[in-house]
Each structure stands twice: as C-alpha cells, then as structure tokens.
C-alpha cells in the first residue's frame, strides 16, 4: 500500500510564497503521473498541476507562470512551489500519485491566502 503525505500549506499574505511537499512511501522514479489538486470550501476539486515521469509539467491558466512543479528522486517528493500567491488560492491542496497500479491520495494540506 503506497502511502501519500502532503506537507508546506500553512498561512500567508498575498503575494507571499509557500512550497508544498508530496511524499510518497512508495518511489517517485516508478510513477506515471503525480498530480495536485486543490478545492475550496463550496467548490469542486480542480487539477491545478501536474509532472509526468518523463517530467512534462502542465498547469491550469490560472497558476501558470506563479506556480512550479518539480521532483527529488532522491527523496521521493514532488513540490509545488507557489509564488506570487492571491486569496484565490486559498484552498485545500492535495496530491495524487499514479502508479501501475492504481491512484493513490493524500490527505491534503492547507492553503490560506490573507488580503
């Protein structure tokens, strides 16, 4: 059973930055896809970025050019650096992982942007 712990959220004034962690227990170097979600109170869940194995990045509009994804083999971890933050992005933030054999979720972490 791969395990999946995201960490990073907390709260920051606008146009602050946080990085978000993705820890995955089993090795990023296996996965197809790793993706983060977010979704705020009342809202549907939103795929904001995504890294493939081959490390193709894509992200939503509304992120593009403030938000960056990236991974440490080394660490089994993928990041989500988020600069330049608005309180649009407040939300709950989680991470999926895609392996061969199924898609596996954290529990998500935080996100509060203050005005």
């Known amino acids: 059973q791969v395990q999946v712990v995201e960490s990073g959220g907390g709260l920051v004034q606008a146009g602050g930055s946080l990085r978000l962690s993705c820890a995955a227990s089993g090795s990023i170097y296996n996965f197809i896809f790793v993706y983060w979600y977010r979704q705020a109170p009342g809202k549907e869940r939103e795929l904001v970025a995504g890294?493939?194995?081959?490390?193709?990045?894509n992200y939503v509009d509304s992120v593009k050019g403030r938000f960056t994804i990236s991974r440490d083999n080394a660490k089994n971890t993928v990041y989500l650096q988020m600069n330049s933050l608005k309180p649009e992005d407040t939300a709950a933030y989680y991470c999926k992982v895609v392996y061969p054999t199924g898609d596996y979720w954290g529990q998500g972490t935080q996100v509060t942007v203050s005005s």
């Open positions: 890294i493939s194995s081959g490390d193709r990045t």
